[in-house]
């Protein structure tokens, strides 16, 4: 029996997901890539693995995916997670009263968290602010971005999942019908054009997806808003260090190897290929970051960087739900074949693809389950040892 083709345009989180979870239902996959693994968004975040706390409060949504999905990723990939914990802290007033605001949003949240004394805050970090007025330690942790994405695309290539790097798509392929039915590409290395087809084409380019849409002649709801990060040379933390208070520009602190990465600033942006770092971004990561951990203020930047959130919704920078949505094109445009997922975060990336497959087999009229919640990745360097 001839197995269902989906072809996924991008290799990020989202894509190399959705094809781990196709593979495992029986779909023929295939990744197609105008890079490499994590070329885009998805190689450049600061690695934090959400507990939904930053959101509690906003965005209770986006908060209960987070931690669902902490819980499950935590089971299923524990070897590219360091389970450190999260340490939100106040030093200032303003912080104070914020405090039981979140508290007691994490709880409707059923976010785990407990108080620590000032001074046991300071015995378990001491490098943060020693002015700091209150703690509370919930369960976030730190992930490797390039590990994880290479877990979930090593067992989907387990699984007989395809991937075609450095492969621009340049076009997608219509039947006299108006359904997608296939990609135009080009291969990148070779310089040659070739014609992909498929049942289904999933676009899971994040912060590019409007691009994408655009050649079937759709808009995308998606509003890039880029984000610049700092890495310095020295790990000052063990913990991810929060300011407790409404998210804001260089409020995070995270430790990253031999290193911390200070996040992040948010702004909007209309060509998601070029984002310039500019010098008053930088001061500001360095100012924030040294508010909850001051020794930054003397410690060298090791890396500067930015990625652009791939953000749903109205509004704009933080104001957006950081959420995430699936479209059906036959439904909200009426053109077949062509689905697409963005949105949301590195944290609930296997809910995302969940998600944006149950939609292509339902499709496809295939009836087989997710069992992504108790399938255990491989080691994320059998995609290099293991190729198909």
Not at 158 to 174: D, S
Not at 228 to 248: E, H, K, S, T
Request: with cysteine.
């Amino acid at each position: 029996m001839t197995k269902p083709k989906v072809l996924i345009i991008g290799a990020g989180f989202t894509g190399v997901a959705t094809a781990h979870d196709l593979a495992l239902r029986g779909c023929d996959v295939t990744v197609v890539e105008r890079g490499d693994i994590c070329n885009g968004t998805s190689g450049r975040t600061h690695g934090l693995l959400h507990s939904g706390g930053r959101y509690a409060v906003k965005d209770k949504e986006s908060a209960i995916e987070c931690i669902d999905e902490n819980t499950i990723l935590r089971k299923i990939v524990p070897q590219v997670i360091e389970p450190n914990g999260g340490l939100f802290i106040a030093i200032d007033e303003g912080d104070l009263a914020y405090a039981d605001q979140f508290i007691a949003s994490c709880e409707e949240c059923h976010i785990s968290l407990h108080e620590l004394t000032p001074q046991k805050a300071l015995q378990l970090e001491p490098n943060i602010n020693p002015n700091v007025l209150r703690a509370l330690i919930i369960p976030d942790g730190t992930f490797d971005p390039l590990r994880l994405a290479l877990a979930f695309a090593a067992t989907a290539r387990h699984n007989g999942a395809q991937f075609c790097m450095y492969t621009e798509v340049e076009g997608l392929l219509m039947d006299g019908k108006g359904s997608v039915i296939g990609l135009k590409t080009l291969d990148r290395a070779s310089n040659s054009r070739h014609e992909l087809y498929a049942d289904v084409v999933v676009n899971a380019t994040g912060a590019w997806a409007g691009q994408i849409t655009g050649m079937a002649g759709l808009d995308a709801p998606v509003k890039p808003t880029p984000g610049i990060m700092v890495a310095y040379d020295q790990r000052f933390v063990q913990r991810a260090v929060n300011r407790l208070n409404v998210p804001g520009d260089g409020d995070i602190v995270l430790p990253q190897r031999r290193m911390v990465v200070v996040g992040t600033t948010s702004f909007d942006a209309e060509n998601p290929d070029y984002i310039p770092v500019t010098e008053d971004q930088i001061k500001i990561m360095l100012d924030r970051g040294s508010d909850l951990i001051p020794a930054i203020r003397n410690a060298k930047p090791r890396g500067i960087y930015m990625a652009t959130r791939p953000l749903v919704g109205g509004g704009s920078g933080r104001s957006i739900a950081r959420t995430f949505k699936c479209y059906d094109h036959k439904e909200s445009h009426g053109i077949d074949g062509f689905v697409t997922i963005t949105g949301g975060k590195a944290t609930t990336l296997r809910a995302m693809a969940e998600k944006t497959a149950d939609m292509v087999c339902s499709k496809l009229g295939v009836s087989t389950p997710c069992v992504t919640k108790e399938t255990l990745l491989l080691s994320y360097r059998q995609y290099y040892t293991n190729p198909n």
